[in-house]
């Protein structure tokens, strides 16, 4: 592997040299996530492969360019998952297209989002160096910050190389709930239930039904339908739709928008169809809505909108950035890619 890391290096400096952006990619799968992509093809899949594993430890260390199904079917030989259930969107998704998307499934409000699995990274940045962050057991913290902050940054910091993962036990038991009811009830419901310790590991609503997961020691789980009440159902097909969006709601043409709030929020007077996830934090809605009216509704509810799938990109996919954000994120930018060859523009235009 040390071949295709040189291969790596000489390829960033001679960008750098001749100020030609580069496009970093793994599989693909998450091409249309962002701004468009720009620049040359710097293909990572050719550094793949397990550096680590220790089952006792709960960490797997692996390389970028490592599929993704690969990772999870080696996990699951050792009854062990990636908890916050990352999107595949497609056969090809790769480790670092997982790390730098920073999607996590229906699971992230149980036990977190992608960044708070990343223990450490190696990366290398628009110099041609290799920086090593972070660590490979959990209770190093050293570095632990720029770990995370690589998550969701999109391949916009520089090259990823290896990460180090958290990982967490299969549930024991695992089972699903559906209970007819409205968008309100249902914001309500979830906020009391997320107060109380139910082993609630996953929710969706839409359509005047909630759906809940189960997860825990079956105990648990029949002392939470007692409480919780509905129709216990097999949803397992259900879940995996839900965290590859592959189900209704979201093959609908539609222009689709994510919408994070608090998660207290009270239903969003918005046109179009709308799917609650999260405990209530996180509405999808399909809309031909204006960005000005998503996203001033998003930040009267204290959060903030991106746009997801479809429309036009012109209007920018994420948030705008308040000021001072904004300096930050040009100073990371700046210390790590000077020259700005990586996936320019993939999160801002103006970065």
């Known amino acids: ?21 580069l496009r970093i990619r793994g599989g693909g799968t998450k091409d249309w996530y962002g701004q468009t992509p720009v620049g040359e093809l710097l293909d990572t899949r050719a550094y793949s492969g397990v550096v680590a594993y220790d089952p006792t430890e709960l960490v797997i260390t692996v390389r970028a360019g490592t599929p993704l199904a690969e990772v999870e079917a080696i996990l699951a030989e050792q009854n062990q998952m990636l908890a916050f259930e990352p999107p595949h969107f497609g056969p090809g998704a790769t480790v670092g297209g997982m790390v730098a998307s920073g999607l996590s499934g229906p699971g ?8 708070d699995f990343v223990l450490g990274v190696v990366l290398m940045d ?16 050293a570095g632990y910050d720029v770990s995370r902050m690589l998550a969701g940054s999109l391949g916009t910091l520089g ?27 249902a914001i309500r ?22 759906m809940l997961r189960l997860s825990g020691a079956k105990a648990a789980l029949a002392a939470a339908q007692q ?3 509905g129709e216990e159902i097999n949803a397992d097909d259900f879940w995996i739709a839900m965290r590859e969006q592959s189900n209704e709601f979201f093959t609908q043409s539609d222009v689709l928008w994510r919408l994070s709030v608090p998660s207290t929020t009270a239903p969003i007077a918005l046109q179009g169809q709308q799917l609650i996830e999260w405990g209530g934090a996180q509405r999808w809605l399909r809309t031909n809505e204006s960005a000005d009216t998503i996203r001033t509704a998003a930040a009267a509810a204290g959060g903030h909108a991106t746009l997801f799938r479809g429309g036009d990109k012109e209007v920018g996919v994420f948030h705008p950035l308040a000021p001072a954000l904004g300096r930050i994120h040009q100073n ?20």
């Open 189 to 210: 419901r979830l906020n009391e239930w997320g107060g109380q310790p139910l082993p609630i590991s996953a929710s969706a609503w839409c359509d005047g039904a909630l």
């Open 108 to 115: 992230r409000a149980a036990v977190g989002a992608t960044r």
């Open 332 to 351: 990371m930018k700046n210390n790590f890619d000077p020259d700005g060859i990586f996936n320019p523009g993939r999160m801002y235009a103006q970065y």
């Open 1 to 21: 592997m040390e071949q295709v890391i040189e291969q790596f290096k000489e390829r960033i400096l001679a960008a750098a040299a001749n100020k030609q952006p």
């Open 126 to 141: 628009g110099k041609g160096e290799s920086l090593h962050f972070g660590g490979q057991v959990m209770k190093n913290v």
């Open 159 to 185: 090259l990823l190389l290896e990460v180090s993962l958290k990982v967490l036990p299969k549930p024991y038991a695992q089972t699903s709930l559906r209970l007819e009811m409205d968008e309100k009830d």
């Open 227 to 229: 409480t919780i009440g």
